[in-house]
C-alpha cells in the first residue's frame, strides 16, 4: 500500500472512531471535602467539572425522613443512618446529578446513561418478605427540586426503579425486581403501585443468600437507547450475594416513558426490614453520548473512500 493510502484510511478511521462515541462523568463523588450540600440550589451538580477543585464531581444529596445522612468526614463515607435498629418508619435520600437546565438526554441511538452506587450496609436485619430498600432513577418534573432537606415532592415521574427485599437471607420470591414508572402524578417510591412491568432477577428467589453487614456492594444501572426502545440493565456485585456474588435484571422496554433524567433516589423503609446504616462509599454518572456525523464529514467520508478504491484497483 502506498504511503498516500496508509495516510487515507488512517483518516477515514480517525473519522469513523470519532463519530462513534463521546463518554463523559459528571458526578464522582467520594465525600472528600466532607460536605453532602454542594453545590446547592439552585445549581445541584458540579456537571462535570470541579468547581470547588476538591477532587470530586459533586452533587447535592437531601434527606427525609427518619434519622441522618451526612459524611463521617473528609473523604466520606457518605452516611445514612436510622435513629436506631428498632425503627421502622422510612428515610429518603435523593441526589440530583444534573442542573435543571441541562438534563441526561439520551436523544441518539446508541446514548448510554451508567450510575454507579457503592455501599456498606451495617445492622442488616435477618430476613423480611418486604420489597423496603427501594431505589429510583428518574426525571424530575420541572420545579419540583427541594432547596433544603426533604423527601421527592410528588408528581409526574419518568423512569425506573429497583424494589430489593434486603436481608441476610431473602424472604421472598421476587428480591431483586425492576420496574417501569407509570403515569400518575404521585409519590415517588412510598406507593408500589405507582410501579408496573416487573422484571425480576433470574435465579435469585427466596431463600437465598442476601446481604452482609459490614461488606462492601456495588449496583450498576444502565440504561441504553436502541432505537424508539430502552435497553435496561441492573446488577448488583459484593459478598456472597446469591452464593455468586452478583445477581443482576436486564429488559428491553419497546415504549419507554422518557428518555431524559437527573435524579437518583434512595428510599429504606425501616431498619427493621433493611439495615440500620448505609455507608456510600462512591456515587458515580457517567454519560455515553452517540455523535451524529456532519452531512460534510459524510461526504468527506464517502469521496474518501471512493478515491481509496480507485487507487487500490491502479
Do not use: C
Not at 433524567?261 to 429504606?268: C, E, G
Amino acid at each position: 500500500m502506498s504511503k498516500s493510502s496508509m495516510h487515507l484510511v488512517a483518516a477515514l478511521a480517525t473519522l469513523l472512531f470519532s463519530s462513534a462515541a463521546h463518554a463523559g462523568i459528571i458526578v464522582n463523588d467520594r465525600w472528600l471535602d466532607g460536605t453532602d450540600s454542594d453545590p446547592a440550589s439552585p445549581v445541584y451538580s458540579e456537571n462535570g467539572v470541579d468547581g470547588d477543585a476538591d477532587g470530586d464531581l459533586e452533587s447535592a444529596w437531601f434527606r427525609g425522613g427518619n434519622g441522618t445522612l451526612d459524611p463521617v468526614g473528609a473523604g466520606g463515607p457518605l452516611r445514612g443512618a436510622f435513629a436506631n435498629a428498632t425503627i421502622t418508619s422510612s428515610a429518603s435520600w435523593t441526589t440530583y446529578f444534573t442542573p435543571e437546565a441541562s438534563k441526561v438526554n439520551l436523544a441518539n441511538n446508541g446514548d448510554k446513561v451508567r450510575v454507579t452506587w457503592a455501599f456498606t450496609p451495617n445492622n442488616v436485619n435477618a430476613t423480611n418478605t418486604s420489597q423496603n430498600l427501594r431505589v429510583a432513577l428518574v426525571d424530575s418534573p420541572a420545579g419540583s427540586r427541594p432547596a433544603a432537606d426533604a423527601a421527592p415532592p410528588s408528581g409526574l415521574y419518568t423512569g425506573y426503579a429497583l424494589f430489593l427485599n434486603f436481608g441476610q437471607t431473602t424472604g421472598r420470591s421476587t428480591p431483586f425486581q425492576l420496574l417501569e414508572r407509570n403515569a400518575v402524578n404521585s409519590d415517588l417510591l412510598s406507593t408500589g403501585g405507582n410501579w408496573g412491568g416487573a422484571v425480576n432477577a433470574p435465579g435469585f428467589g427466596n431463600g437465598a443468600i442476601g446481604y452482609t453487614s459490614g461488606t462492601p456492594y456495588q449496583l450498576v444501572m444502565e440504561l441504553t437507547r436502541n432505537g424508539a426502545a430502552l435497553d435496561i440493565v441492573a446488577t448488583m456485585t459484593g459478598g456472597n450475594l446469591n452464593g455468586t456474588g452478583s445477581v443482576s435484571v436486564a429488559t428491553t422496554d419497546a415504549s419507554p416513558n422518557g428518555f431524559i433524567y437527573d435524579t437518583f433516589a434512595l428510599r429504606p423503609s425501616g431498619a427493621t426490614t433493611t439495615a440500620e446504616m448505609f455507608d456510600t462509599s462512591l456515587f458515580r454518572v457517567e454519560v455515553l453520548t452517540s455523535i451524529v456525523p456532519e452531512p460534510s464529514s459524510l461526504v468527506l467520508l464517502g469521496l474518501g473512500g471512493l478515491l481509496f478504491a480507485v487507487r487500490t484497483r491502479r
